[in-house]
């Protein structure tokens, strides 16, 4: 989501906040939460729902992103032929465990689909890359391929049925945001 979404949201609040000091720190979920509690970080944007017990953190929802499952030439073709070949070629999919993670696994359970994961890759740009290099078909944000779709470094799976959703929010403490921060 940072690749995509973020450069837009700082270029708008950087123009109305010249002199705001911003410092963008990318991490695995736990260790975000873990900065938020512990006031190292004002604002954290994550894989939604968060779960905070404690009613000072307020969690909007940001956004809603489609999801595909894609590869390079080679593998699509092959799936192209026989859309029964999902469940036999390498695949890459994102750490378990996370709501998105989980309704994709639910999903395909519906419609009796058992992949075998080769691959957990915990960031999008590692899984593109391996993705190019054949290595196998990998499950994602289709936002985060759609340059290389466009260039057709990466091709698309049509599939059957819908994907899940993957959602994203912006999680902070209310009591501790000054001005500046919960303007952005």
Known sequence: IGSFMLP??????S???????IYIYST??????????NNE???????YPIFIADNHYKEEL???????FYSNK???????EDHNLITELPI??????????????????????KLKQNYTVYTSEVTKELVKEGLGISWGIENCIKEELDRKEL?????????????????YNENILNNTSKEF
Do not use: V, W
């Not at 837009?8 to 609040?13: L, N, R, S, V």
């Not at 970080?41 to 894989?47: G, K, S, T």
């Open 155 to 171: 091709y698309k799976f049509d599939m059957d049925f819908k994907l899940p959703k993957a959602k994203f929010s912006m999680a």
């Open 62 to 68: 940001l956004c809603e992103l489609d999801t595909c």
């Open 41 to 47: 970080l004002d604002i954290i944007i994550i894989q």
């Open 74 to 80: 080679d593998l699509h073709d092959k799936y192209s």
């Open 15 to 21: 123009s109305k906040y010249p002199n705001a000091k």
């Open 8 to 13: 837009k949201m700082m270029k708008k609040f």
């Open 92 to 113: 890459m999919l994102p750490t378990r465990g996370f709501p998105d993670i989980d309704k994709l696994e639910i999903t395909l359970k519906k419609h009796n689909i």
């Open 28 to 37: 695995s979920n736990g260790e975000m939460l873990n900065k938020l509690k």
